[in-house]
């Protein structure tokens, strides 16, 4: 007897896992088909369209670069036998910075001189015979062929002895120095490179939003970041016309007092201010796509609706809303991936 129990104890129990087994594998299934069911209906946040008060003050940073920088190059021949500037020397404009040897080009000159002071008095004794039967028309002509070249020949020398004499086309000081006494010269070999520095310019790159707003002789605050605790005043200088890739547009800044502790190449930040309007504004990061060709998703209806949009820069993540858009709509702001056009959308707060 107890042999015959023990056969149907196990099979009891093999009968009840396998039941709770099945139980377990239909509940699963129940909860994959609900799961699919559910991410079918993507989660998003969203943001109204309405209309708010923005101030268009904005700072942006920028670098300095100088005034008027010049790479002088040499025009003459010869060798370097004098040097009245060197490197970090102030000099003005038209200033001598350095002589080559001219004692060749004078002796040529000497010679032409002479030559055409000899074509003059030639040329008067022939105008006085003309008419007459002592020259010929041909002599006349040779002669006076002859008094042109001369010319031509001494404005060439004189153009070439001034060469000779190295002068500064603008004023500033001389950053950088390539020529010591001795060094043989050529036509377009470096001399020094020049930089006026005042005043200098501040260069930043700002959006087409900001450049709509931003005129030439706009006061600008300035902060250099070397300098924190003080702030300069500058004026708006240029503005450019054209957007690079990325559309920003170049804005020069003029310091009207410059400290000397700021050079070219250092970081200020620059702040515009400009009175508040009333616009849409959005996040960049609703956008689908790029700056250029901008698309957004709106929720209607409980779907995902790909919208193309018109818009305008403002700072770095602020784009203000031109067109393609109604106030009411409703932006999706978030859980943007994977999404399409059509898709089911259920809204979260």
Do not use: C, W
Request: no cysteine.
């Amino acid at each position: 007897m107890k042999k015959l129990i023990t056969p149907l104890v196990f099979v009891f129990i093999a009968a009840v896992i396998g039941f709770t087994l099945y139980k377990n594998k239909q509940e699963m299934e129940v909860k994959a088909e609900e799961a699919m069911k559910t991410s079918t209906s993507i989660p998003v946040r969203t943001q109204k369209i309405a209309k708010t008060s923005n101030a268009l003050s904005f700072t942006i940073n920028g670098t300095f670069i100088p005034n008027r920088e010049l790479l002088l190059k040499s025009e003459g021949s010869g060798k370097v036998t004098q040097i009245f500037k060197e490197k970090g020397d102030q000099v003005s404009k038209g200033e001598v910075i350095a002589k080559l040897d001219d004692e060749l080009i004078q002796a040529e000159l000497a010679i032409a001189e002479t030559k055409f002071n000899q074509y003059t008095r030639d040329l008067s004794r022939y105008e006085n015979l003309a008419g007459t039967e002592a020259i010929t028309e041909k002599q006349l002509e040779e002669i006076q062929n002859a008094h042109k070249m001369g010319a031509s020949e001494i404005k060439m020398i004189n153009r070439r002895l001034a060469n000779t004499v190295i002068t500064a086309p603008i004023s500033g000081f001389i950053n950088e120095d390539f020529i010591e006494i001795g060094t043989l010269m050529s036509p377009g070999m470096n001399v020094v490179e020049i930089v006026n520095v005042m005043p200098l310019k501040l260069v930043v790159n700002v959006s087409e939003m900001e450049i709509a707003n931003i005129q030439v002789g706009d006061s600008v605050k300035v902060k250099v970041g070397v300098i924190p605790d003080q702030e300069f005043t500058g004026k708006v200088s240029f503005t450019s016309s054209k957007g690079d890739a990325s559309l920003k547009y170049k804005v020069e800044i003029d310091l009207e007092e410059a400290s000397e502790k700021i050079k070219p190449g250092m970081f200020a930040y620059a702040t515009f201010e400009y009175p508040a309007q009333e616009a849409i504004m959005i996040e960049r990061t609703s956008l689908i796509r790029g700056i250029k060709n901008p698309e957004v998703f709106v929720l209607k209806d409980g779907k995902a609706n790909l919208k193309e949009i018109k818009i305008a820069q403002v700072g770095n993540n602020k784009l203000m809303l031109l067109d393609g858009l109604e106030i009411g709509d409703k932006l999706i702001t978030s859980g943007l991936i994977n999404l399409k056009d059509g898709m089911a959308v259920t809204e979260i707060q």
